[in-house]
């Protein structure tokens, strides 16, 4: 069962899609519209650094890439990177994907799911271990057949400075906090859901799908946001947005039974396969669905791929799409008049950036 970030570009990319070389990107600045980089290989997290640079991961390289006053260049490269966050003083925040769908927990060393940073000279060091966390503390809801409960994916990250760096384990169903010396933490725990099967040959009206936590931001009310992805069958309009109290440990968000003490809320529903969200500086919730259709046609029923995706904008409890055809978008980032999101996150080459609102 194919229920993980990764899981898809294992599915669903050529042996020659994924031998990429680092190509050329287009010049760009924060500011200008349109197409900003292009010819990326897999362009996946993205986020917009001091000085308004505009960092970009390119996943089947692990290419960190920075655009900056009309210029781009690679500054770093970590293997298997997905997703990067900036902090004030310009140091980079990476997370590493785990090593696939099926695939045991990763050994001590290897070049999978991980929390890296990079300093200023472009040299990487891991500061968390998330495999080997979750090695020790298997899922109990796991839904893989066969099962594999010690499974790790990491795929977002949100900064705390001064407090730590939370990440969204897609694979392991959880959102971890790493502390500032390393040490990591359960925030919460994502259960299951029960969708509609869409598919032919249902077995039944409906099954359970784990919930693949994609992504996580801070909110401009200090809460922790975690969008979903939702997993197989990948049922249009199943996934959602929690929001999770600042402080929260080993809350338990389950649709089925909501958390009595708020610490867990499901505040945004009816969305498909959600890879991103962020929040622009007027509070406006931005939500990057990678298939607006579901992942089925790509994943299941091969009748759409490279999937098309949508950015909605979301503010006091409406909805406005921004755009509706976005080719396979992997990332997005908000800045004053500007919305980056990254495009061809999985599939053949030639991945951009684009600038929604420039």
């Known amino acids: 069962m194919v229920r993980t ?36 290989a897999n362009p996946r997290g993205i986020d917009i650094g001091p000085g308004k640079r505009v960092l970009v991961v390119e996943s089947a390289t692990g290419a960190i890439d920075e655009i900056r006053k009309g210029e781009t260049r690679t500054i770093a490269t970590v293997p298997n990177a997905v997703d990067v966050a900036a902090s004030g003083s310009g140091k980079l925040y990476v997370v590493v994907g785990g090593p696939g769908p099926g695939a045991p927990p990763p050994p001590p060393g290897s070049p999978f799911a991980k929390l890296v940073r990079v300093g200023h000279n472009g040299q990487a060091e891991v500061i968390a271990d998330i495999g080997a966390y979750e090695a020790q503390n298997p899922d109990p809801d796991d839904l893989d057949m066969p099962a594999n409960p010690t499974e790790s ?73 975690v969008s979903e992805l939702t997993g197989f069958p990948f049922t249009k309009g199943a996934a959602r947005i929690w929001r999770i109290q600042p402080g929260t440990v080993d809350a338990v968000c389950d649709p089925a039974n909501p958390d009595p003490t708020g610490r867990c809320q499901s505040v945004a ?20 669905e990678i298939a607006k259709n579901g992942l089925a046609g790509a994943l299941v029923l091969n009748t759409e791929f490279p999937p098309i995706g949508a950015l909605w904008a979301v503010k006091n409890g409406s909805r406005t799409a921004v755009s509706d055809s976005l080719v396979a978008p992997g990332g997005v980032a908000v800045d004053h008049g ?9 599939g053949p080459p030639g ?8």
């Open 338 to 346: 500007d919305i980056f999101v990254t495009t061809l996150t999985f």
């Open 351 to 358: 991945g951009t950036v684009v600038n929604l609102g420039g």
């Open 153 to 225: 994916n990491p795929n977002g990250l949100a900064l705390l400075p001064g407090h730590g760096v939370l990440v969204a384990d897609a694979a392991a169903n959880r959102l971890l906090l790493v502390g500032n010396h390393g040490e990591i933490t359960t925030v919460a725990r994502f259960r299951p859901e029960r969708v509609a099967w869409t598919l032919p040959n249902p077995p039944s009206p409906t099954v359970l799908a784990e919930a693949v936590p994609t992504a996580v931001a801070v909110g401009p009310d200090g809460a922790w946001y």
């Open 269 to 288: 529903t009816g969305f498909s396969s959600v890879i991103d969200l962020a929040f622009g500086p007027d509070g406006t919730m931005y939500v990057l």
């Open 5 to 40: 970030i990764r899981g898809m570009r294992a599915r669903l990319v050529t042996t020659a899609a994924v031998c990429f070389a680092v190509t050329g990107v287009a010049a760009a600045t924060a500011g200008s519209g349109g197409t900003i980089a292009e010819n990326l």
